[in-house]
């Protein structure tokens, strides 16, 4: 009989199969998408431990310091270079969606590490005399800061990079974190970003690369030898 | 708004290919595939192989020749060259073939192909009529492989397996890939009953029923569309053949590639309008609920997908180029596997990909009993999925607008 015949009529049974299988394609599309995504936030949170677990370390440090020199501590014991790569990482895994309860819960903790180490830096110039050069970096990802944010991002990227020792903290501004609303009061930065602030200064607006210079000179002392923070978002 | 339009336009194009798939693995069409082997008939019924031409004075012997060494009975063969009004050496060359009594060889005023199948058509009385276009040749046995295929009363028209004839640059190894794709859909959709298309290369049609239906008609520049849904409209069953092999000459540049493609898009559009009524209603079985819609679709996501891209590309250039001029910094590449993109939308275009080498594989097993991909098969994935875009648009807006589309 040839094959052919009597096969114009509608398959209901193949278009059920056939959407089955399409349906389990999508599942395991997003299962296998939220294996990957799971595994990420996994390394994220390891890094954070690990930073966490130094910052720590940095501040019992601290608190031995009247037993110890300062040589004993110094400022490359903070801030190590996977905040670097942390920021971008998160900055990363935000862009791409997902699980964004849990991409807040990591970026409030980063945020959090950032206050420390910040903290922790200005402490050890206190107490050591170091001179720390930082940039404290305020942004919105809630499209209310769009291009200006992004570039603004851009440039404090490229300024990490061209200055390894400088320290660029950035935070999401809308994020409820008790301890960065708290420095934001404490700084007085206004809802009118991207907003910098620079040796106790606050800057609104873009600023671009070399406006930075300008208003930051102890940049010029800086080695190209250190770590540093870089920004956390782009947006 | 635009993730939901992404996701439904995937869904439907990955939901597709998995009907075909499945339909495929259905152990009665897979009978089909094992068309190969010596073929004997009963009786040899009448064939009448119909040349239209138009300025194919370079290539319509290799077509003629193809045509008299086909392995058929003498007498049960006539080939009818319609010289439709071309202005070079056509005629004349191909009169020289009516030395063979099975040829002979028309002129007639440039009518449009439909006009030429027409003539032919009142020229003979062969119980089957068949057209092969001046560019194509047919193996040996195709006609042998094609006609016991009309032993089931059922069957109009009978489609080949077509394949490309030479394959000298990039973009041809692109199209030879298309085509054996194209073997795997002609196959299964003559399987579902719903092909949509009787190829200008060497499809047959039982000439009753070509006469019941009125001839061939002006189809927007693709008869073969129009003729096909005509007899789809009608009840009439167009089956398929892939072991008759017929080797076509495909566009060589991209210009010329883009002008056969707009013209064949446009058509499939302009036939569609005018059989609307078929699109959704039961009556058609498989073709209006699943393969004509599915077609229509598949338009709209082509273009969809590819300004998406486009724009994304876009974005991303933009960026890089803004992020140049506030920092003066070049864009550096690293890799790292963090990076990778895991997203789900990637891993459904994967699945789409994977499917698709499938049923390139399975096509090229049907068509040629071979079980490797075809050289061009990278090229195809990575480019062609961004030149499909250019003609659907070009042919979308021509159609809108009605503006008509020309052979060459």
Known sequence: MDPV??????RWGSYLVAFLITALIFATALYASNYFNNQRIQDIQTTEDDISTQILSTETQFDLLQEHSCSDVSETDLAPSEMTALGSELSYLEAQGGNQAEITRLKSTYSLLEIKDYLAVQELAQKCGTKPVFILYFYSNNGDCANNCEEQGDVLTALSQQYPDLRVYSFDYNLQVGALQTLISIDNVKYDLPALVINGKTYYGFQSLTAIQKVLPQLATLQKSATSTAATSTK | MLTGITYSLLFISLYFEV??????LERRFVR???????????????V??????????????????????????KDKLEILVVDDGSRDATYSVAKEFETDSRVRVFHKENGGKHTAMNFA??????????????????AKDGLLRVVPVFENNAVSAVTPGIHVKETRNMLQHMQNVEYRLSVFNRFMLAALGSAFITPGPFSIFRASVVRELGGWRYGHSTEDMEMALRMQSHGFLIANAPRAIVHTGIPRTLKSLFNQRVRWTY?????????????????????SIIVLPCALISIGAGIYFFFRIAFELGQAVIHEIVKYEVTGVLP????????????????????AVALILILVGTGTFIGTGKRSLPIGTPLFVIFYSFLVPLWLGTAVVRAIFKTGVRWR
Not at chain 2, 19 to 24: H, N, R, T
Not at chain 2, 32 to 46: D, K, M, N, R
């Open chain 1, 5 to 10: 015949v009597n096969t114009t009529r509608a």
């Open chain 2, 19 to 24: 009907f075909l798939l499945v339909a495929f």
């Open chain 2, 32 to 46: 089909q595939t094992t068309q190969s082997g010596a073929i004997s008939l009963i009786s040899y019924p009448t």
């Open chain 2, 48 to 73: 009448a192989i119909v040349v239209p031409c138009y300025n194919e004075e370079k290539s319509v012997s290799a077509t003629i020749m193809s045509l008299i060494a086909l392995d058929y009975p």
């Open chain 2, 121 to 138: 058509l009142l020229h003979t009385n062969a119980d089957l009529i068949g057209c092969l276009d001046a560019d194509s040749t047919v």
């Open chain 2, 267 to 287: 058509g499939w559009l302009r036939n569609a309008v005018d059989y609307r009524h078929m699109i959704g209603n039961r009556t058609y079985g498989n073709l």
């Open chain 2, 332 to 351: 550096h590449f690293g890799f790292s596997f963090f990076y990778i993109n895991t997203s789900m939308m990637w891993f459904l275009v994967w699945f």
